[in-house]
């Protein structure tokens, strides 16, 4: 199980903390993903952190957007800077054994989303 926390409301150019609390399996081992969605568009891969550590980026919110994993804790982040009117969305962290994806329907557990809205 995946459950996320820390989405909200904030203006252009303000920070979010995302978190991604697991449960029910081992989280060394997985992959920790988080995809976004706004209604009527495709979902979109924003960022990957896998069971090594490794990182990756949508080239959308690279150096903006930072992820990382806290084992002990059970918990990843998605720390996001600079927010952009074109960051909202709903944010869904997903898990997978080990490796990152960039295919959503690769990632067999999916938290229940949070919103995140940058407005004016």
């Known amino acids: 199980q995946l459950v996320e926390s820390g989405g909200g409301s904030v203006q252009p150019g303000g920070s979010l903390r995302l978190s991604c609390t697991s449960s029910g399996f081992s989280l060394p081992a997985y992959a920790i993903g988080w995809f976004r969605q706004v209604p009527g568009k495709e979902r979109e891969g924003v960022s990957c952190?896998?069971?090594?550590?490794?990182?990756n980026y949508a080239d959308s919110v690279k150096g903006r957007f930072t992820i990382s994993r806290d084992n002990a804790k059970r918990t990843t982040y998605l720390d996001m800077n600079n927010l952009k009117p074109d960051d909202t969305a709903v944010y869904y962290c997903?898990?997978?054994?080990?490796?990152?994806?960039?295919?959503?329907?690769?990632?067999?557990?999916w938290g229940q989303g949070t919103q995140v809205t940058i407005s004016s």
């Open positions: 997903v898990a997978r054994s080990y490796t990152c994806s960039i295919r959503w329907n690769d990632f067999g557990i």
């Open positions: 952190i896998s069971a090594d550590g490794s990182t």
